[in-house]
C-alpha cells in the first residue's frame, strides 16, 4: 500500500538538543512538504520541496532544517535555535502534473516535546 | 494574501441531521478545493475535491462550489458520532503547489 510513513511518533527533546524527524512516501509524489500544527490552530507551512534537490522556506522555516536528497525522503530537523518546538508536526506529500490541482497526502504525523 | 476562511465552531448537530460547513476564499484565480477530516490528535484525512462549479456527492458527504460567490462547502447528511472531528477546508491555485488551508471547523454529532 502507498502511502507515507512519519517516525518516530512521539519525540522528545532535550535543551540543546537537534532532532530529526523522518518522512518517507513511496507514492512517487514530486513535491512534499512539512507542517507545523499547534492545539487548537491551523496548518503552518515550515518547508516545502517540488524537486530533489530543491527546498523552499515556508512561513514559519526559523529554527528548522530539511533536506530533500532523494524523492522518496523529506527529513525535518528542529535545530536549538527552535526555542518552542513543541506542537504536531504533519509531513504531506502532493502529485505534480500538468496542474497544480491535487490534493496534498498526510502521514500519522510526529508529536514532538521537550523535556 | 490568500485566505481561506471557516467557522471555528463548534457546530453540534444531533445524529441523524444534515451538517452543513462552510468555506469562503479570496483568491478569485483558486481552482482546486479540499475537505479534510482531522480527529483529535490525528492527521488530516481527505475526504473530498470540487474543482467545477455544482454539486460532488459521495456517499453521507456532498461538497457544492460557487466560484462566482466564492464558496464551497461540505454537507454532511445523516449525521454519526463518529463524524465528530474538524473540518479542513483548503484551496488550490494553479501554478501554486501551496494550497491554503482554513484553520478548521470543529463539528459535534451529538446521539
Known amino acids: 500500500d502507498g502511502g507515507i510513513t512519519q517516525s518516530p511518533k512521539y519525540l522528545f527533546r532535550k535543551e540543546g538538543q537537534n532532532v530529526t524527524l523522518s518522512c518517507e512516501q513511496n507514492?512517487?509524489?514530486?513535491?512534499m512538504y512539512w507542517y507545523r500544527q499547534d492545539p487548537g490552530q491551523g496548518l503552518r507551512l515550515i518547508y516545502y520541496?517540488?524537486?530533489?534537490?530543491?527546498?523552499q522556506k515556508g512561513d514559519i522555516a526559523e529554527g528548522y532544517s530539511v533536506s530533500r536528497e532523494k524523492k522518496e525522503s523529506f527529513p525535518l530537523t528542529v535545530t536549538s535555535a527552535q526555542k518552542n518546538p513543541t506542537a504536531f508536526y504533519l509531513c504531506?506529500?502532493?502529485?505534480?502534473?500538468?496542474?497544480?490541482?491535487?490534493?496534498?497526502?498526510f502521514g500519522d504525523g510526529t508529536r514532538l516535546s521537550i523535556l | 494574501q490568500k485566505e481561506v476562511e471557516q467557522n471555528s465552531g463548534p457546530l453540534s448537530v444531533p445524529e441523524g441531521a444534515i451538517a452543513s460547513l462552510n468555506c469562503t476564499y479570496s483568491?478569485?484565480?483558486?481552482?482546486?478545493f479540499f475537505w479534510y477530516r482531522q480527529y483529535s490528535g490525528k492527521s488530516p484525512e481527505l475526504i473530498m475535491s470540487?474543482?467545477?462549479?455544482g454539486d460532488k456527492e459521495d456517499g453521507r458527504f456532498t461538497a457544492q462550489l460557487n466560484k462566482a460567490s466564492q464558496y464551497v462547502s461540505l454537507l454532511i447528511r445523516d449525521s454519526q458520532p463518529s463524524d465528530s472531528a474538524t473540518y479542513l477546508c483548503?484551496?488550490?491555485?494553479?501554478?501554486?503547489?501551496?494550497?491554503?488551508f482554513g484553520r478548521g471547523t470543529s463539528l459535534i454529532v451529538h446521539p
Open positions: 504531506a506529500s502532493m502529485r505534480v502534473g500538468a496542474n497544480s490541482n491535487q490534493p496534498q497526502h
Open positions: 507514492l512517487n509524489h514530486d513535491a
Open positions: 520541496s517540488q524537486i530533489v534537490n530543491d527546498f
Open positions: 483568491d478569485r484565480g483558486s481552482q482546486s
Open positions: 470540487i474543482y467545477s462549479n
Open positions: 483548503a484551496v488550490g491555485t494553479g501554478g501554486s503547489y501551496i494550497p491554503t
